[in-house]
């Protein structure tokens, strides 16, 4: 019998959804479990390390995000062909990840001038510098991004891209065709573009702590 | 032949020195490039994001030095047996990197009132929280981190360990005996003693931008 998954997450994409279209990727079947935040103090206290998401199976927990998305890419066959290969997926995987951090470190920060000065840098320095690089690699790779062909370092930048526009309140690949193609192809993906087409429909920004005024 | 491995990172442990470990762990060569401060403007745009460490390999450069431990660790069989011990070692290995970014921030941060309320956090809540939960996994598992056995997490945990307590300036496994045996199997593996006693003695506080008044 296949293993039954159990990704448990808030009601939000972000760090859930990359586990999320990996799994629907392969066709593995899993309980999208979606916390309330009225719910979160109470689990908290019961998960690994104080943080979501976890992921479920057979009984055993496991918990990191990346750490979940490289073992679902194993199952579903999008890792590389060697050692290096990996290397490669793996280092993209977490420069995509510094990106996403930068933006919530602006995002979830509530002293107001703090604020403007990480976002002055964010929006002038660090995405147009992560931007230009990954566009130019995405370029170099026929629209994909680690390697010249689909991985889970695509599926994991597409899955986590429309979260960062949301935090910065722009489309940060508007001018980077490239990226732009990585997402087509991952979107494009039948098992993929079924998952979105039913998943539910949570990307709103009152779904997040509202930022300082 | 044998690949010839260079590792490029500053004349410090911190990030550069599990890369360092796990290669002298396996007997695997490797030119242990070491970048002063002066040097660094002129090397920076010519990395792959414009950090340190890299690693290169048969004329083929990686970054992030997670992702490099991992391709490592792998050449030198530190891994698990099967994909959920690997997933259980990767989440591991993140959750202690989320440690030292935790410190980092607090360590790095200018602004003095700022820096003093991140202290109070990490010295009262993060590190008793994560030291604490790290240190039940080391018990239950006989004194090894992430599995019942070495793995490269354990290799990972131990050479950042150090360098986390000089930027707390406080040795945070002082009270936990299994944290402390974990520290000793590695160090007493004799390619890695063997390492310890012949590396550049370079863990000054001096080496470190100095924190703010």
């Given at each position: 019998m296949a293993p039954s998954y159990k990704v448990t997450y808030?009601?939000?994409?972000?760090?859930?959804e990359p586990i999320r279209v990996l799994l629907s990727y392969g066709s593995l079947e899993f309980e999208d479990v979606r916390i309330k935040y009225k719910d979160w103090p109470d689990l908290k206290p019961k998960t690994p390390y104080g943080q979501l998401p976890i992921l479920e199976c057979d009984g055993k927990v496991a918990h990191q995000h990346i750490a979940i998305c490289r073992y679902l890419a194993k199952k579903v066959k999008l890792?590389?062909?060697?050692d290096w290969e990996d290397l490669t997926i793996d280092a993209t995987v977490e420069t995509v990840n510094d990106l996403r951090i930068m933006v919530a470190q602006f995002y979830y920060e509530h002293d107001g001038t703090l604020r403007k000065k990480l976002q002055e840098t964010l929006m002038n320095e660090t995405i147009p510098y992560y931007i230009g690089k990954l566009e130019a690699r995405a370029k170099e790779n026929g629209g994909y991004l680690a390697l010249p062909k689909l991985t889970w370092a695509d599926v994991y930048f597409t899955s986590l891209i429309d979260y960062i526009n949301v935090l910065v309140d722009?489309?940060?690949?508007?001018?980077?065709p490239n990226l732009q193609a990585v997402k087509n192809k991952v979107w494009s993906v039948p098992n993929i573009k079924k998952w979105m087409d039913k998943?539910?429909?949570?990307?709103?920004?009152?779904?997040?702590?509202p930022p300082p005024k």
């Open positions: 808030f009601d939000l994409n972000a760090l859930g890792t590389g062909k060697d722009k489309d940060i690949i508007a001018k980077a998943r539910p429909q949570t990307f709103k920004l009152a779904d997040f702590p």
